[in-house]
């Protein structure tokens, strides 16, 4: 960790029920950074996909596990990291394919890879790692908000 930066920590359980707790501790968070209303609105999205991916594919199968989130503040960004230690998943194949909802009605598009997609259009930049588990590191840039 950098001088200057804060880390914020939380653990919950993988349940749907418990998005809302990440995106209301997200809230708190960017808007005492300063984010503006907007950018806050694509960080919740951002985050609850993020979340959505850990409940319905890291723990298919197994004992409920957890989503463990780190907030990593700086004076010029927030990264947001979405971690679990469930299943990973094919995220290369997901992520590379170009613009692949252009064009097409939500009745054509399947479900997976579009959160992936969602998370990329909305943050500045987007990083996975896969592992143990997998990883999603989401930041976004603090611009000035004009008064």
Not at 47 to 60: G, R
Not at 81 to 100: C, I, K, L, Q
């Amino acid at each position: 960790m950098m001088v200057g930066q804060k880390r914020i920590f939380l653990s919950l359980p993988a349940e749907a029920e418990c998005i809302d707790i990440a995106r209301l501790a997200l809230y708190g968070i960017s808007n005492q950074m300063g984010f503006s209303y907007e950018d806050i609105e694509d960080m919740k999205v951002a985050i609850a996909e993020a979340c959505n991916n850990v409940v319905l594919h890291a723990y298919a199968g197994a004992e409920q596990g957890t989503i463990d989130i780190e907030f990593l503040r700086s004076e010029a960004e927030l990264t947001i990291t979405v971690s679990d230690s469930g299943e990973s998943f094919p995220y290369d194949r997901a992520a590379h394919t170009e613009m692949p909802y252009e064009g097409k009605s939500l009745d054509d598009i399947s479900a997976g890879g579009l959160g992936i997609y969602l998370m990329q259009a909305l943050m500045d930049r987007v990083e996975v790692e896969q592992e143990a588990g997998t990883k999603v590191m989401l930041t976004k840039y603090l611009t000035p908000v004009p008064t």
